[in-house]
């Protein structure tokens, strides 16, 4: 099967068990509390928590999403983007622990046909109810039902209140042995890259207010979350999700663009990875109006792209590219987004901007950093001067840690937070401007230009919105 049919098969499976299909709704959410959409149960937050009655009680969605607590993993891990797709079935009062667990075991096993000897699960420690209903419902062996502590068997809440309960995963075995310091006996619970988690349940039926205190909610709900590219790895046989056809063309396209070869060394499929996926996130983000800038949303689709073309610049470039690898993007996923194709020309034109204002500062910024490292025999790089290139240079935190890290230094983060922090105060102080009102003149300009391509990301959506 390849990615489109897996995520058809997956809305299909749940319309066909009453569920209501919807769309993906906006990466931007309307929680005043969360910067993006990090799982497709942000959206029904309201709903989860009991504050609004759902007009559906049975839903399905497979939600556009970005956890930039990820950002250092991807390139790293096999497993991590920034931008992912959550394929995911909720409940609200409706099933609970049975209905989940079930409708995803038929799902993986009848519907993709994932051999059952290669699945793992996991239960919260103390929650017997789902181990029953694994082992005696679904027949799944006692000894691939690990119980597992609040670290990853307890999900939410999203932001610092809300919803939240525990959870249920399951885990794909690759058999990656080679991965393992013990083959024999690892489990899920050794997180050596064995086992990739591919789809979480949570059980939702607690509210955790901001000090941490648990209370029952109004009804139990359920909140699942599959990763489409996870799940696509392990139909597809593959290891890494830069392997599924999610991202093939992406990276032939970079392969093509950088005369480079993936797979070949490991520090130039890094780069390869990065530019992959920070690629996707770049095209989503900027579809949904976000520009870069020095604060919340902006700053992060800046840091994202400019790491992209950090690694551009590793792989020899330099001169702007991404405009290229985003058509890749934009063939690829214009059909299941059209929201991405026409925001085509925005996208393009704020893209080629951010980037020609990095390509400029990159070099100098890049000397700086290099000739202090040559010049310093403690291994640390100073926090001031960190905030000099990230202030002067445009040097985001990551990037300085990242080359730090290829000489084996580091960054001393608290002075540099502390910096950060007196810029951020005189910055509030000297205008309390808002964010986009001091919008660099460059993007003003092309927000001048494109003025006739307006928006609708959320009228596009408000049908769906009745529910909220
Ligand atoms: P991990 O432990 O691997 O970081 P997680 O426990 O943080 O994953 P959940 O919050 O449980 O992930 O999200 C539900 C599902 O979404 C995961 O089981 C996985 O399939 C997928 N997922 C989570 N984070 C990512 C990511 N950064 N990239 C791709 N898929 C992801
Ligand atoms: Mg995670
Ligand atoms: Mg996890
Ligand atoms: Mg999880």
Redesign the pocket.
């Known amino acids: 099967m390849n990615s489109k049919e897996i995520r058809e098969s997956f809305l299909k499976f749940f319309e066909k068990n009453d569920h209501k299909i919807m769309k993906s709704f906006p990466l931007i959410p309307s929680d005043p509390q969360l910067l993006f959409t990090v799982?497709g149960m942000v959206p029904f937050k309201p709903i989860f928590w009991g504050k609004v009655e759902p007009t559906y009680t049975k839903i399905a969605t497979c939600q556009k999403?970005i956890?930039t607590n990820?950002i250092e993993?991807v390139g790293r891990t096999a497993?991590?983007?920034?931008f992912?797709e959550?394929l995911g079935n909720f409940s609200f009062g409706e099933y609970f622990k049975e209905g989940a667990i079930k409708f995803a075991w038929e799902f993986l096993t009848d519907v993709l046909k994932l051999p059952k000897e290669k699945l793992w699960v996991s239960v919260y420690l103390d929650d017997d109810e789902a181990y029953n209903i694994w082992k005696d419902v679904i027949g799944f062996p006692e000894e691939k039902i690990v119980r597992m502590g609040k670290e990853?068997n307890w999900?939410g809440p999203v932001g610092p209140s809300g919803p939240c309960g525990p959870?249920s995963?399951i885990y794909y075995d690759t058999g990656r042995t080679d991965l393992c310091p013990n083959p024999e006996n690892c489990t899920p619970e050794d997180d050596c890259g064995r086992y990739?988690?591919?789809?979480?349940l949570v059980f939702t039926e607690y509210y955790q207010d901001e000090n941490g205190n648990l209370s029952p909610l109004p009804r139990k709900n359920i909140d699942t979350?599959?990763?489409l590219?996870?799940?696509t790895a392990a139909v597809q046989g593959v290891y890494d999700?830069f392997e599924t056809d999610l991202f093939t063309p992406i990276i032939n396209k970079i392969e093509e663009i950088f005369n480079v070869k993936f797979r070949g060394n490991d520090k130039i499929d890094v780069s390869i990875k990065v530019i992959a996926d920070h690629s996707r996130a770049v095209t989503f983000l900027v579809s949904e109006g976000i520009l870069p800038s020095n604060e919340g949303r902006g700053y992060v689709l800046r840091r994202i792209l400019r790491r992209a073309l950090r690694h551009g610049a590793l792989l020899g470039k330099k001169e702007p590219f991404m405009n290229e690898v985003i058509n890749t993007v934009l063939e690829n996923y214009s059909d299941i987004y059209p929201e991405i194709k026409e925001k085509e020309s925005f996208i393009k034109k704020i893209v080629e901007a951010e980037e020609r204002r990095f390509l400029e500062t990159l070099d100098k910024g890049m000397e700086k950093l290099i000739g202090y490292i040559k010049s310093s025999n403690d291994n640390v790089i100073d926090g001031e001067f960190a905030f000099e290139l990230y202030d002067t240079y445009g040097f985001p935190l990551d990037i300085t840690k990242e080359v730090a890290e290829e000489y084996k230094f580091t960054v001393d983060e608290k002075r540099f937070n502390e910096f950060m922090e007196l810029q951020r105060k005189r910055a509030r102080e000297a205008a309390g401007e808002k964010e986009y009102t001091k919008m660099n003149q460059t993007y003003k300009y092309i927000g001048d230009e494109i003025k006739t391509t307006k928006f609708t990301g959320y009228e596009k959506v408000s049908d769906e919105s009745e529910v909220l």
């Open positions: 799982a999403c956890r990820d993993n497993r991590h983007q920034t992912f959550m990853d999900w959870c995963e990739v988690e591919i789809w979480n979350g599959a990763g590219e996870r799940v999700n």
